[in-house]
């Protein structure tokens, strides 16, 4: 894995950008939309649950191209809800990479795209009086997370053919300890051996229609 090199820009089917890592095979979204995807994965099935809430504290495992942090905070200035945005990425995009994604063009603004990707690492910002922000430039497997924190966890990791260690009971139960009791866990994922290790953890876990291109996807409840 690399921060930028052997990176290169896609066009989706719904006209929005992301990332292909040729060496892996793998790329940052589905090719049949990055922005379809995001949506409904995490904004739809995770972020709209808890319309009813005064304030939303979020996990993500993976800012990647920053696309959940962007949809995320329109849903908060347009919900007005007060989220406290946490995000973890060990392998951070250049900005020689991240300038050239047009998600600014269909969400809020350029401005407010760049400017995600322009804070600090491991300090926390305020964006809006609805947003604040710290992304914490480390890998999962050795960050520290606080416990029965957080009330929404996106699940945004490669692929775990890709990445396993990230999708590790390991791993997992470090970010279920993190939640805050009946908080929700989204992800793309639904592997198999993934369901049964979320069960494994006391999780409840949803099997729910995918994505275009994608037949399932898993949200789960502590």
Request: proline share 4%.
């Amino acid at each position: 894995m690399t921060e930028g090199k052997d990176i290169r820009i896609i066009e989706t089917e719904d006209g929005s950008h992301s990332l292909e890592l040729p060496n892996l095979n793998e790329t940052y979204h589905s090719k049949y939309g990055a922005i379809q995807e995001s949506e409904y994965v995490y904004i739809k099935q995770g972020f709209s649950q808890f319309v009813k809430t005064n304030g939303l504290k979020i996990l993500e495992i993976g800012f990647g191209t920053g696309l959940n942090a962007l949809l995320t905070l329109r849903e908060a200035l347009k919900r007005k809800v007060a989220v406290e945005y946490h995000t973890v990425e060990a392998y951070p995009i250049l900005p020689e990479v991240y300038e050239k994604l047009n998600y600014g063009k269909y969400i809020l603004s350029a401005e407010a795209f760049l400017n995600l990707h322009q804070i600090s690492w491991d300090e926390q910002k305020e964006v809006s009086p609805y947003f604040k922000i710290k992304k914490y430039h480390q890998k999962v497997e050795e960050i520290d997370l606080p416990h029965n924190y957080f009330d929404l966890v996106y699940f945004d990791a490669f692929a775990p053919s890709k990445q396993a260690d990230i999708w590790s009971v390991k791993v997992l139960e470090k970010v279920g300890n993190s939640m805050a009791t009946g908080g929700k866990f989204v992800t793309y994922c639904a592997q198999g051996a993934f369901k049964r290790n979320l069960k494994t953890l006391g999780f409840k876990v949803e099997e729910l229609q995918g994505p275009p291109g994608k037949m399932q996807m898993i949200r789960a409840v502590k």
